[in-house]
């Protein structure tokens, strides 16, 4: 109960500032907005202001805000309606959502950063783990052993050593300072298969080691710059995965979530603490900003390369052409929706709602241990 709690505080907080990206760029231009709804379905209750209702519905997992004018035919040609602003207004109003969201990613990162995270240390050549089963183990590596020399050639940190170590051939030749005592290492290399950060498999030689991991903290205004680096990184890398996505290199299936994926990965997060709640925050943060800056119907990014036509055409598209857009943006969505739901279904339901057998070995296992 408790993880299905932050799952909707989560979520809620994502589309609350997302709406209220909307909300401030309105006000900000003078249109009118005549709802502010967090949730949807039945009304819980309401407060009536003076130019916004501000209500709170029964499904927490959504959110809008209604403006005044904000479709043709609505527009009555009123200065307050949305559809009576000029293009570029318009544009910076649908586009405030998804920078609001950006912006939460950014503060999200900053807090991580202040709070402190475990990273690995990779600025020295130390051994933090030795794994069973590799040439590492068995020539008698161990933890806190420090790698001086690689085939011969001096390595001073983690990713220069690695480099070193999987372009040997058949055998690398270490060695190692242990608690100031030099020992001669000459070990095999085995092949190993990983799943890099897009799922792509790939191979690599390794002899089984890991670096330590460090707990990496910053005061607040160093903290301030490792945010914008975060937050670049992150962004670089969820748009390549999206690019990847669309040109066939990353299955679709395989690197999208829906709720039901987002739900079990915010209980993965709850056990590890508050710095990883943060950090899937601000990743759900930079992946809604992504997806609804993409050009497609009934996203912030369409509605804005909507009005972009516009202003190259001078003139508006006509309601025909408008409402079919829409049209295929909702069937699209709908089939988007399903996909997901189903996908999430397939890939995480029986972690989540694990069947009765396998309670049942669970079970079994816990008796004999």
């Not at 309105?26 to 819980?44: L, Q, S, T, W």
């Not at 499904?59 to 904000?70: D, I, R, T």
């Not at 709070?115 to 600025?123: L, N, T």
């Not at 025909?320 to 397939?346: H, P, Q, S, T």
């Amino acid at each position: 109960m408790f993880n299905l709690l932050i799952f909707i505080v989560i979520l809620s907080i994502l589309i609350v500032v997302h709406e209220f990206g909307h909300f401030l760029a309105a006000r900000r231009y003078g249109v009118g907005v005549e709802k502010f709804a967090i949730g949807f379905g039945p009304v819980i209750f309401q407060i009536k202001g003076k130019a916004t209702d501000f209500l709170v519905c029964l499904f927490p997992l959504g959110g809008y805000v209604k403006l005044a004018g904000e479709t043709r035919q609505d527009c009555q040609g009123q200065r307050d309606e949305f559809y009576s602003k000029p293009v570029g207004v318009k544009t910076r109003i649908v586009l405030a959502g998804p920078m609001f969201n950006f912006l939460l990613a950014f503060v999200l990162f900053w807090a991580i950063a202040v709070i402190g995270f475990p990273r690995p240390d990779y600025a020295n050549t130390v051994v933090g783990e030795v794994l069973q089963g590799y040439p590492a183990a068995s020539a008698g590596l161990e933890e806190g052993d420090r790698i001086v020399i690689v085939n011969g050639k001096k390595v001073n940190d983690w990713l220069a050593m690695k480099a070193a170590i999987t372009k040997s051939d058949e055998e690398v030749s270490l060695l190692v300072d242990r608690s100031g005592n030099a020992l001669a290492l000459t070990l095999g290399l085995k092949d190993s298969e990983y799943a890099d950060d897009f799922g792509q498999k790939k191979s690599q030689r390794i002899i089984g080691i890991v670096p330590p991991t460090i707990n990496a903290k910053y005061n607040i205004f160093v903290g301030f710059f490792k945010a914008f680096q975060m937050l670049f990184s992150m962004t670089y890398f969820m748009a390549k995965g999206f690019l990847f996505i669309i040109l066939g290199i990353l299955p679709f299936k395989e690197a999208v979530a829906g709720p039901i994926g987002i739900f079990y990965i915010t209980s993965e997060a709850v056990k590890i603490g508050i710095v990883a709640i943060l950090h899937l925050m601000a990743v759900l943060n930079v992946s809604l900003t992504i997806v609804n800056l993409m050009p497609l119907p009934l996203m912030d990014g369409g509605h804005a390369f909507l009005f972009l036509i516009e202003r190259i055409r001078k003139k508006r598209l006509s309601e025909k052409i408008e409402e079919i857009i829409a049209r295929v943006g909702f069937a699209m969505l709908g089939l988007l929706i399903v996909f997901v739901f189903y996908n999430d279904v397939i890939k995480f339901g029986s972690k989540i709602w694990p069947s009765k057998n396998a309670q049942q070995v669970e079970e079994v296992v816990e008796e004999q241990e």
